[in-house]
């Protein structure tokens, strides 16, 4: 699915609708370049969910838990990971296969992790379109 956004909150919608389907289990893989949409997206997501807290990037942290949700949401940015045996400290298999929704910024840089029956979300710019314009690519 190819989807065009031309505001922040057509992302966020865009994000929220996603995850109105999201079932337990699933690991939604989220890329593209920095300042492409990647958080909004994100928390667009959330909101799908039902995660009424603020949900911010978990740069520094890695991994974000929001249990409030209809599914529990696992928010991952794997920027600073520099090994995927980084993933293993954290525990990632009981997120990934577990009965919560991850979502994962970054996936890119883990992709021998990544479950094969995740999805795939690319976000990118076009800036002959507009600055606020993002493409988004969802592959299941």
Do not use: N
Not at 37 to 65: C, D, H, N, Q
């Amino acid at each position: 699915m190819i989807f065009e956004s031309f505001s922040e909150k057509e992302t966020f919608e865009i994000g929220r609708d996603l995850a109105r389907k999201a079932v337990p289990g699933r690991v939604y893989c989220l890329d593209g370049d920095l300042g492409t949409g990647k958080t909004v997206f994100a928390k667009g997501f959330a909101a799908g969910l039902g995660i009424t807290k603020p949900v911010t990037s978990p740069t520094f942290t890695i991994i974000r838990e929001y249990e409030e949700g209809r599914i529990p949401l696992y928010h991952f940015d794997v920027y600073r990971i520099s090994d995927p045996d980084e993933m293993y400290a954290i525990g990632y298999e009981e997120y990934f296969y577990g009965s919560g929704v991850c979502l994962v910024e970054w996936s890119e840089l883990i992709s021998e992790l990544i479950p094969e029956d995740a999805v795939h979300i690319e976000i990118s710019r076009d800036l002959e379109k507009g600055t606020d314009y993002r493409r988004i690519v969802i592959t299941p």
